[in-house]
């Protein structure tokens, strides 16, 4: 049991809340119940820290008061169990692909995560300016899909420019001019989603094939992006 | 310009933030320029109260200070400008309708009433256990679609059996054992959604005529739940 947040380990794995030391370490903390036992089943957990007085349904676990726990975690309600894990080394790009330009809010990430694997996506690369995927509120929102994808961090040029030799069709976003989303007959695409509130960057819109056009009332001027992603990739899946 | 928290008005509206306050008045508060702009178009708003040295584009305001608009919001940033709003008259049930039960997201709910408006529901109905729609987050989320919308604060059983006498198929929403959302042909349909935790409580789904299911990757066992409306109503809007 650890009772005191100058513990050495606490306060080396306390850092990897900055985004900073998850860069470094290659280490990440998550904090529920589920993504412990996903993470469990991917052979990717370090360390294990549980509250005193839960039950240990885990294997292997240090024991901590609330006061440590607190020094593990941003979330406002304390978690009863957080885990520190390995990062998954990233892949080859195969498959289709999502790219996210500027994504700042980390519910959204999270969502769309999720929906890239309900969707088979099978790669998802992150623009120099996106949120870390690695932040707890992201993972909270994958609810442990995460686990599930091929996650690569690469500058959005460099990645279009590679893709489109290896033959893929990139399918931008924008609120007007495009393709409607059922006549999208790509077989080997990557779509490209920008920030919640301005879209993509001008220079990447640019580089596209084609746009994706969703069918809306007039009244309303555009999705929340984490939704417009996802009926693009169901939609593009049923096509 | 007011420059003092014990200003009677700012008093009196500051109570807006709590629910309890908003259900009583039938006033509630905005805070950002686009909502401002909106509401301004629907001649709903009551007070327009401007952080001091900031341009006025709105017409009639007061100027506050920072301290001054601090307790006029619940948000982190700092808003410029906030506004008090009349809510619209709850109208009668008309067209295709979404009734959320249990809803607990502030940006799910946002999320999901600028989908209804996007793909053509006329009517949301919220079930006495979901968040209030006239919270800033929600509002924020909504993008200002909220006025383009009739919402209508009801008890679910109810308006469930008041909507199959009026000829609506209900359509409930589980994960499993459900008919492929491409396949349902509802012309005149309440969709029923849950919380993001448990989804719809039992009782109510066991009321619903039909189950819509999104065909998706078994990796992945649901999607958000502003997702998954999303994309029902989408889906639904085309067949």
Chains 1, 2 share one sequence.
Not at 25 to 34: A, E, F, K, P, R
Not at 123 to 146: C, F, P, Q, W
Not at 155 to 166: A, E, G, Q, R, Y
């Amino acid at each position: 049991m650890i009772n005191s947040i100058n513990n050495e380990k606490i306060k080396k794995y306390s850092k990897l809340l900055q985004k900073k030391y998850r860069d470094e370490s290659g280490l990440y903390i998550i904090s529920t119940d589920h993504l412990v036992r996903e993470a469990q089943k991917k052979n990717i957990v370090v360390d294990i820290f549980l509250l005193e007085d839960k039950k240990n349904v885990y294997g292997n676990v240090t024991y901590v008061t609330e006061t440590v726990m607190r020094k593990l975690t941003n979330l406002k309600t304390l978690p009863t169990v957080v885990a520190i894990v390995k990062k998954e080394v990233e892949r080859e790009i195969l498959g289709n692909v999502v790219m996210l330009d500027g994504l700042q809010d980390p519910g959204n990430v999270g969502t769309i995560i999720r929906s890239c694997v309900a969707f088979n996506i099978d790669t998802i690369i992150l623009g120099d300016n996106t949120v870390d995927v690695y932040n707890e509120k992201v993972l909270r929102a994958s609810e442990g899909m995460i686990y599930n994808i091929n996650i690569i961090k690469k500058n959005l040029i460099d990645s279009i420019m590679d893709l489109k030799v290896k033959g893929y069709d990139i399918i931008g976003t924008r609120v007007d001019n495009g393709t409607d989303i059922k006549e999208i007959t790509s077989k080997k695409y990557a779509l490209l989603v920008g920030n919640e509130g301005c879209g993509v960057n001008n220079q990447l819109l640019n580089l596209c094939d084609l746009y994706a056009y969703i069918k809306m009332n007039s009244m309303c001027e555009s999705l929340n992006v984490g939704v417009a992603t996802s009926i693009i990739i169901y939609q593009l899946s049923e096509n």
